[in-house]
């Protein structure tokens, strides 16, 4: 009960703070005006959309949630505002499990927002794209499976992000939001980059400590390209949700729980005086 206090009370400072509606604004409007831009695929626009919009929703949401989080944990503890709060009868565990799903309702209302403005999106592409090409009927049914292919895809997108929440958060006990920041964007880039660069080194294209370092980020890095969806809704395949998208919740749940399990010893000795 303490910990959703908390949470509800840095929701509501993520929603109002200026980056949030700053980010939602050009998300927005990049989303809705690619509507209307020709991307020269021969009549394959609808695909681009998808994946860049995907990509799009998923970066500026890991970008709210890596600035809430570090002006929400480390302004805190740097400011001694946290000393206040911990004065009270609430423990570091709870202060830090409240901050997360605090950072977590920030993050899923800008989903929500963003989500339901790219799912708009499609179905005016798919409409819009056809008339221009031949100037045939546009079917609700075609357009209405054009958004729900999506669907998957945010969710999985929203995975991620809760991921990197979960690791951002642990991070922002220990240093300042500068390095919180790059220290997370660069996580993001090598979760994705491992799995192709385990692949070369199993190929035998590189030397031994290439080889080490792609196992070793592999084993402790999360793998994002799991929950990475873009590509395949791009060509029309359909992610199910039993056999994919639960299991990629199971693993969102685990690596957030170790992140956050990370953050409470990190947390525990912090001196906060």
């Avoid at 999506?150 to 969710?155: K, N, S, T, W």
Wanted: hydrophobic share 55%; proline share 4%; charged share 15%.
């Amino acid at each position: 009960m303490k910990s959703l206090t908390i949470a509800m009370a840095t929701a509501r400072e993520a929603v109002r703070q200026p980056a949030f509606f700053v980010l939602a604004f050009i998300a927005g409007a990049y989303l809705f005006f690619s509507v209307f831009i020709p991307y020269f695929t021969f009549g394959e626009d609808i695909k681009m959309y998808k994946d860049t919009g995907l990509s799009t929703i998923g970066f500026i949401c890991l970008l709210l949630a890596l600035l809430t989080s570090s002006s929400t944990v480390a302004e805190e503890i740097e400011g001694k505002t946290a000393i206040t709060l911990l004065s009270k009868p609430i423990n570091r565990r709870q202060f830090i499990v409240g901050k997360f799903l605090g950072i977590e309702f920030g993050v899923l209302a800008m989903f929500i927002l963003l989500g339901s403005i790219f799912c708009g999106g499609v179905w005016m592409k798919y409409a819009y794209d056809l008339r221009e090409a031949a100037g045939g009927v546009v079917e609700p049914a075609k357009r209405l499976a054009q958004v729900t292919q999506v669907l998957p895809g945010l969710v999985l997108s929203f995975f991620e992000v809760t991921v990197l929440t979960a690791i951002s958060v642990a991070i922002s006990t220990r240093v300042p939001m500068l390095v919180n920041l790059v220290v997370c964007i660069a996580i993001f880039f090598l979760g994705h980059l491992s799995p192709v660069l385990v692949e070369v080194t199993k190929q035998g294209q590189a030397n031994e400590l290439v080889s080490f370092m792609a196992q070793l980020f592999a084993w402790a890095l999360p793998g994002l390209e799991f929950f990475n969806a873009g590509p395949s809704i791009a060509t029309g395949a359909q992610i199910p949700w039993i056999t994919y998208v639960l299991p990629a919740f199971g693993y969102c749940v685990l690596y957030s729980g170790a992140a956050l399990m990370f953050a409470f010893l990190l947390f525990e000795d912090r001196d906060l005086a």
